[in-house]
T-cell receptor
Framework: DAGITQSPRHKVTETGTPVTLRCHQT?????MYWYRQDPGHGLRLIHYSYGVKDTDKGEVSDGYSVSRSKTEDFLLTLESATSSQTSVYFC?????????????FGSGTRLTVV | GQSLEQPSEVTAVEGAIVQINCTYQ??????LSWYQQHDGGAPTFLSY????GLEETGRFSSFLSRSDSYGYLLLQELQMKDSASYFC???????????FGPGTRLSVLP
């Protein structure tokens, strides 16, 4: 059991369409995160959650929304996809971020907006 | 806000020692982490330093100097499988989330 799974792994979508990415965990961790990774930018935080229905924005949240209705699932929605949102999206989980275990990342979702 | 700087690329030979530096600017500091990412893979956690000094985990060590806003990752007895990108990250927002550096691509040559 991987502990954290992302779906889909790959997606191609058209500009202007809504897209939802799913992150599912079986670790019962409190914190869940969505990052995007682009060449030259490292990983940039989009949104994160510190509990059910508790979410906050990261540095690149424009154009994205999230929801967490239960501990194990954290959804990222692109309301109207744009080409600038073509990226690799990583979900991460943590029991508490500032401990010696760090984040556990999912395998990523490669999203292409055409 | 936070900003981090790392060298973009480092090259070394098998069996050598390499040091990857990270400098940061932060409005509040809660810790420095290091992650490894192989091409096409997910980042994996290597180490976390909340206090000054050296933390050793096998062939990898991580160092932090809070007064200098500086840390490094030290990789010893380099192996080909260590070829990857390495990211430093500082804890933000009272430690609730991490801001990542741009990454350093390490190439290990035979």
């Amino acid at each position: 059991d991987a502990g954290i799974t992302q779906s889909p792994r790959h997606k191609v979508t058209e500009t202007g369409t809504p897209v939802t990415l799913r992150c599912h965990q079986t670790e019962n961790h409190r914190y869940m995160y969505w990052y995007r990774q682009d060449p030259g930018h490292g990983l940039r935080l989009i949104h994160y959650s510190y509990g059910v229905k508790d979410t906050d924005k990261g540095e690149v949240s424009d154009g994205y929304s999230v929801s967490r209705s239960k501990t194990e699932d954290f959804l990222l929605t692109l309301e109207s996809a744009t080409s600038s949102q073509t990226s690799v999206y990583f979900c991460a989980i943590s029991d508490h971020p500032s401990d010696n275990y760090g984040y556990t990342f999912g395998s990523g979702t490669r999203l292409t907006v055409v | 806000g936070q900003s981090l700087e790392q060298p973009s690329e480092v090259t070394a030979v098998e069996g050598a020692i390499v040091q990857i530096n990270c400098t940061y600017q932060t409005s509040g500091f809660y810790g420095l982490s290091w992650y490894q990412q192989h091409d096409g893979g997910a980042p994996t956690f290597l180490s976390y330093n909340a206090l000054d000094g050296l933390e050793e985990t096998g062939r990898f060590s991580s160092f932090l100097s809070r007064s200098d806003s500086y840390g490094y990752l030290l990789l010893q007895e380099l192996q080909m499988k260590d070829s990857a990108s390495y990211f430093c990250a500082v804890a933000d927002n009272y430690g609730q989330n991490f801001v990542f550096g741009p990454g350093t691509r390490l190439s290990v040559l035979p």
